[in-house]
């Protein structure tokens, strides 16, 4: 059984700064895509930026682009999300995913495995 588990999430001011971690007990997540998503109280859950397992391209969302970056350490099995410039329409609890295995990275319709998720919230 594959955990995913996040850290790092906490309370920022506006134009702060978080960086969360996503930490997989698998084997190697090496050969899997990896995502971060987030979910807003009242609100559904959306993508915010995803990486390839390969070349490790990214992609992202419109409202976080230009403020917050993916990163992936294969060797510790680990992604993480910086968060920068941090506005309070970012608060949410932010999920990681791995694993696609349905469409693509960016636009996966399945992931195998999520994390329990992190509280982040920015406060003016």
């Known amino acids: 059984q594959v955990r995913l588990v996040e850290s790092g999430g906490g309370l920022a001011q506006v134009g702060g700064s978080l960086r969360l971690s996503c930490v997989a007990s698998?084997?190697?997540?090496?050969?899997?895509?990896l995502g971060w998503f987030r979910q807003a109280p009242g609100k559904e859950r959306e993508f915010v930026t995803g990486?390839?397992?390969?070349?490790?391209?990214?992609a992202y969302a419109d409202s976080v682009k230009g403020r917050f970056t993916i990163s992936r350490d294969n060797a510790k099995n680990t992604v993480y999300l910086q968060m920068n410039s941090l506005k309070p329409e970012d608060t949410a609890v932010y999920y990681c995913?791995?694993?696609?295995?349905?469409?693509?990275?960016?636009?996966?319709?399945?992931?195998?495995?999520w994390g329990q998720g992190t509280q982040v919230t920015v406060s003016s």
């Open positions: 995913a791995a694993d696609c295995r349905g469409g693509t990275w960016q636009r996966c319709d399945y992931w195998g495995y």
């Open positions: 698998a084997r190697t997540i090496s050969n899997w895509a």
């Open positions: 990486i390839s397992a390969s070349f490790s391209m990214t």
